[in-house]
């Protein structure tokens, strides 16, 4: 399977926006964003999971960031507004190696990663 790869990622202000995209090679359209900050652990962001019709989204973020898709383009896009310093961390795309219900958000052991993108938030 193709490792999925993220751009967008930067440097903004508390307040601003970014949007991350990642092109992967999904077999259920089923991708995700997940993030990790030094010494914490990975966290799920946002996701379309498999035959889920309403994408997951962290509660730390739901109202800030939208998750899109374009399926002809296999991208997922993560729009990012009204960011803050605690959204620091390393963005990664996951696409689920296996099509079963909402196992890109629940399983994320069985998911292929992106080398991951720097979102940098300052105050």
């Known amino acids: 399977q193709v490792k999925p790869v993220e751009t967008g990622g930067g440097s903004v202000q508390a307040g601003g926006s970014l949007r991350l995209s990642c092109t992967g090679s999904s077999l259920c359209n089923s991708m995700g964003w997940f993030r990790q900050a030094p010494g914490k652990e990975r966290e799920g962001v946002a996701a379309?999971?498999?035959?889920?019709?309403?994408?997951y989204y962290a509660d730390s973020v739901k109202g800030r960031f939208t998750i899109s898709r374009d399926s002809a383009k296999s991208t997922v896009y993560l729009q990012m507004s009204s960011l803050k310093p605690e959204d620091t961390a390393k963005y990664y795309c996951?696409?689920?190696?296996?099509?079963?219900?909402?196992?890109?958000?629940?399983?994320?052991?069985?998911?292929?990663w992106g080398e991951g993108t720097q979102v940098t938030v300052s105050s």
């Open positions: 996951a696409v689920p190696r296996i099509c079963v219900g909402d196992w890109v958000w629940r399983r994320p052991e069985h998911n292929d």
């Open positions: 379309f999971a498999h035959d889920y019709d309403s994408p």
